[in-house]
């Protein structure tokens, strides 16, 4: 059955897709309004958004546990649960963020869902999509270089410190090398020489911003505070100091506006946006949610990684400023990264053992928790594989329940919608109970420091926090440019409650250092950056993109 189950992209290619309008009119949209980028796929205008409807549509988030290298499915289990949704006769739409270009050829691969929980058209979703990453890069690359030729001018100069400019250009693949350069090489005429460096498009201020902005004067404003750096008589210096600001907002013209797919069952999916977790907020964009909430009674979205990132910023970061509440969560869960957690080494992370079980499920627990801190009681959805036991699904179940919390299996990724019912029917009974009481664990006005020790020690269970001499000094530096009040976007290695990689389940009396600090003012956030943790990742030994293909037909192989 393992060996027989048709890849993703062959179940994809296999899907009788609907045309997009057909898609819209479920929503209530006319096809008059939609922008279409070829049959299957469309921009919303903003004008759909209905703050009235909002505020009686019901947002499910999804959210995981730590996971293992390949993920445990959240996009998945977030399109099956739509799926599922659909089909007990509640009108529904998925709002997912869209896929980045270094995890699809590097070793995650792409984030359309997997299985028979999928957005179809999995291929143009996975690479280029509608371009708003490439958009993104412009904008950002623009201010870039705005940035370098005011450096080398001599009659417009801001006086910027080559020394002190934060601002680094961007690219949508993974690759190390970039991390650190030296640009201006080769003679006056080609610059000025100095170091500079590049991100990964997820981790641009850029994405963050497009994410978070409320409306395109609200983007505006984003951008013209971004912080580049300082003056050479240590001012802080702004992008509307450069005066592209404007024309950043152009290239964000049409990158602003979310993008309509579908699932393989015809269920809409609004995909807009695509900050990492680990680097960034880690979730789609306000006006895809608010979008999504005007037009459909129930809402599933996701956030990156484990409740201890991408949950955390989707409330602090995410819902804060928008007034946004969720209704319901689910934590996903898998009984091979329980096993991981457990102490399974990879190559037998699909052999059962329900002690290793028992010991990773800590780290599961940790996350429940979180979720109730924040008054969010998750619905556990154990995202099922053919080598899960039984005795390790019946301990899990047990195990939520004396937590206080229902798990359910679900088996979307094998049998799509109908895999998922019983989780659907979970959710709806979560939000009709009406358990939830959101709360926020900080508030903007506490000082940095507080506001990382809460998310230190509630959030990932840490009994403290160490600061390095730079981030001391960075520290300083932050107060003294009135940045006090923004919040914080921890940047953490996804795979441990704790700055370590390497440590698994739930880690006790282990402290946090913060290495570094980063700001993106325009965001509305402070970076706090953890371990060694990267804004530019690097391939794998053997990348993805090694075993993909395209034929004389354009049909498209390997990718996942």
Not at 162 to 177: E, G
Not at 436 to 464: C, H, M, P, R, W
Not at 491 to 516: C, G, H, M, Q, Y
Request: net charge negative; aromatic share 6%.
């Amino acid at each position: 059955m393992i060996d027989t189950f048709p890849t993703d992209i062959e179940i994809a290619q296999q899907a009788k897709i609907k045309p997009i309008t057909e898609i819209a009119e479920t929503l209530g949209i006319s096809a008059k309004i939609l922008e279409p980028y070829g049959h299957y796929k469309a921009k919303l205008p903003l004008s759909l958004i209905d703050a009235e409807a909002i505020e009686k549509s019901k947002l499910i988030l999804v959210t995981s546990i730590n996971p293992t290298p390949a993920g445990e499915g959240k996009t998945t289990v977030s399109i099956g649960l739509t799926d599922a949704l659909k089909r007990i006769g509640k009108k529904t739409a998925a709002v997912l963020r869209e896929p980045s270009l270094g995890p699809v050829f590097g070793i995650k691969g792409g984030a359309a869902g997997g299985g028979y929980s999928q957005v179809i058209p999995m291929e143009d979703i996975n690479l280029h999509f509608t371009g708003d990453f490439h958009a993104i890069e412009a904008a950002n690359n623009l201010l870039a270089a705005a940035i370098d030729n005011n450096l080398h001018s001599k009659t417009r100069s801001l006086n910027l410190d080559p020394k002190n400019i934060l601002w680094k250009r961007t690219m949508d693949m993974n690759d190390r090398s970039l991390r650190q350069i030296m640009i201006g090489l080769g003679g006056k005429a080609n610059g000025l020489t100095r170091e500079a460096g590049f991100n990964i498009t997820p981790a641009s201020e850029i994405m963050a911003i497009l994410c978070l902005a409320e409306n395109f004067t609200d983007l505006k404003e984003r951008l013209d505070s971004i912080y580049i750096g300082n003056n050479i008589e240590g001012d802080p210096v702004f992008a509307k100091d450069l005066k592209v600001t404007g024309a950043m907002a152009i290239l964000l013209k049409d990158a602003i506006k979310p993008n309509l797919v579908q699932t393989l069952e015809g269920a809409p999916v609004l995909l807009h946006g695509g900050p990492f977790a680990s680097i960034a907020q880690g979730t789609n964009s306000v006006l895809a949610t608010k979008m999504g909430m005007s037009l459909a009674d129930y809402v599933v979205t996701e956030a990156g990684f484990g409740a201890d990132l991408g949950a955390e910023k989707f409330f602090h970061i995410k819902c804060r400023p928008s007034g946004l509440k969720p209704s319901a969560s689910v934590v996903v869960v898998t009984v091979r990264a329980l096993r991981h957690h457990g102490g399974a080494p990879k190559e037998e992370y699909n052999i059962p053992s329900l002690e290793r079980v028992k010991i990773g499920f800590a780290n599961a627990a940790k996350h429940i928790e979180n979720m109730i801190q924040f008054g969010v009681p998750p619905v556990v959805a154990i995202n099922s594989f053919p080598t899960d036991s039984q005795e390790e699904i019946d301990f899990i179940i047990q195990a939520c329940e004396e937590l206080g919390v229902k798990a359910v299996v679900s088996k979307g990724f094998s049998e799509g919608g109908s895999g998922s019912e019983a989780l659907a029917e979970a959710v709806v009974e979560a939000i009709e109970s009406k358990s939830t009481s959101f709360k926020l664990l900080y508030d903007l006005n506490q000082s940095i420091k507080e506001k990382i020790n809460i998310i230190a020690t509630k959030v990932y269970g840490a009994a403290g926090v160490n600061y390095t001499t730079k981030a001391q000094k960075q520290l300083r530096s932050l107060q003294q440019n009135g940045f006090d009040s923004l919040a914080i976007c921890m940047v953490k290695t996804p795979n441990s409650l704790s700055d370590d990689t390497k440590v698994l389940a739930r880690p006790e009396d282990f402290t946090i250092t913060v290495r570094e600090f980063e700001v993106a003012a325009g965001a509305g956030f402070i970076l706090p950056i953890l371990g060694n943790t990267l804004r530019m990742p690097g391939l794998p030994s053997v990348p993805a993109a090694e075993h993909m293909d395209i034929d004389e037909n354009g049909v498209i192989t390997g990718l996942s």
